[in-house]
């Protein structure tokens, strides 16, 4: 399920940046049947385990509960699923926090409604035969390492990930390689040494000893040894016109993904998969379950941003970034995310 877009118009979107012409389709929600917002939304990779919460909220009936008519797409890079919102396919994206920012970089305004995580949930992955050479960040120099697609927060976290151990962008080479089973070819066929990925991809590599992980970001005390604090990352984030038009409709959105990340905190990995697409397990049910234990406690319980994760997502990519770099000081915060949405679904289920 994916949406069609041609390169000629993406391309044009982030080199010019016309933030009205952007967002112009996407400014209108349209009432479906019965009078139903329907509100198209974009998921950086529908089956990984980092975006949950968005099918999650489907299979449980929290949007039918808010009334609302959500139709979800897939697009397994976290960069085109960013630029279906700039060209108004979508209204909302299902994705990494870290895009907004970016996007303020190029003068693009997109904020995080809901924040699902603080950490990444993404494993730096070497191939069992690179593990030798491959120990740190400062070994990436001269290597091949495998990224969703450039521009996309795996670039993002990889690029990080060498600048800390000293070695700059150019000093490498990304390889979009996709994730899930295009990921793991990659790997097979030797054409990357390590890449940034997720469960269930994870779960799969290391149950099969085909990579070991090199930087494990789906723990808080991982994330914080491997960039030096909290990394706020998968959540619900939209442009800021149209969370200014539609408030009554985000706060429905924010009310069902609030149900969902409760709805987490209080069953099991197993009960998890039982409800979830019998696709998400790519029929190994049991190694689902594993990527599930090994990656929910990455969530969030209410939804809400850590002040201090986002400040250092700015750190991060203003010393990774070359958008970010020469504009870290200009980039405002309080406009990349809000918990006003998720305050007031509190609010609502405490009465």
């Not at 479906?32 to 385990?49: A, C, D, E, F, R």
């Not at 793991?184 to 149950?207: F, H, K, R, V, Y």
């Not at 069902?256 to 409800?275: F, M, R």
């Not at 190994?284 to 201090?308: E, I, N, Q």
Request: proline residues 4%; hydrophobic residues 40%; glycine residues 10%.
């Amino acid at each position: 399920m994916r949406l069609k877009r041609t390169v000629a118009v993406a391309a044009a979107l982030l080199v010019t940046v016309a933030g009205v012409t952007a967002c112009r389709d996407s400014r209108q929600i349209d009432l479906g049947s019965g009078g139903k917002p329907h509100i198209k939304i974009m998921i950086g990779g529908l089956s990984k385990v980092i975006y949950l919460p968005g099918q999650l909220a489907q299979q449980i009936g929290a949007y039918e509960r808010q009334g609302l008519d959500v139709e979800l797409f897939d697009q397994p890079s976290g960069a085109n699923a960013e630029t279906s919102l700039l060209a108004g396919e979508v209204q909302g994206v299902v994705g990494f926090y870290d895009h907004t920012i970016d996007l303020q970089a190029k003068e693009q305004c997109i904020t995080s409604v809901v924040q699902f995580s603080n950490v990444p949930g993404e494993a730096e992955m070497v191939a069992t035969a690179k593990a030798g050479e491959i120990r740190s960040g400062k070994d990436f120099r001269g290597k091949n390492l495998g990224v969703t697609s450039l521009g996309s927060s795996t670039d993002f976290l990889t690029k990080a990930l060498a600048s800390r151990g000293g070695v700059t962008g150019k000093d490498y080479t990304p390889v979009k390689v996709g994730a899930g089973q295009t990921f793991i070819s990659a790997l097979q066929q030797g054409s990357i040494d390590a890449g940034m990925t997720t469960d269930p991809t994870i779960a799969q590599l290391t149950n099969t000893g085909q990579a070991k992980v090199l930087y494990d970001m789906r723990t808080v005390e991982g994330t914080q040894a491997a960039l030096g604090g909290l990394y706020p990352a998968s959540s619900l984030y939209m442009s800021c016109e149209i969370v200014q038009r539609y408030p009554d409709i985000v706060q429905k959105l924010a009310n069902a993904y609030v149900e969902s990340l409760q709805w987490l905190s209080k069953h099991t990995p197993e009960q998890v998969a039982d409800i979830m697409p019998p696709s998400f397990a790519g029929g190994d049910k049991a190694l689902y379950v594993k990527s599930l234990k090994d990656s929910l406690p990455m969530f969030t319980k209410d939804g809400r941003m850590d002040p201090a994760g986002a400040k250092n997502v700015l750190n991060v990519l203003g010393s990774s970034s070359s958008n970010v770099k020469p504009k870290k000081d200009q980039i405002d915060l309080s406009k990349t995310y809000t918990t006003q949405f998720v305050d007031a679904a509190h609010a609502r289920s405490a009465q």
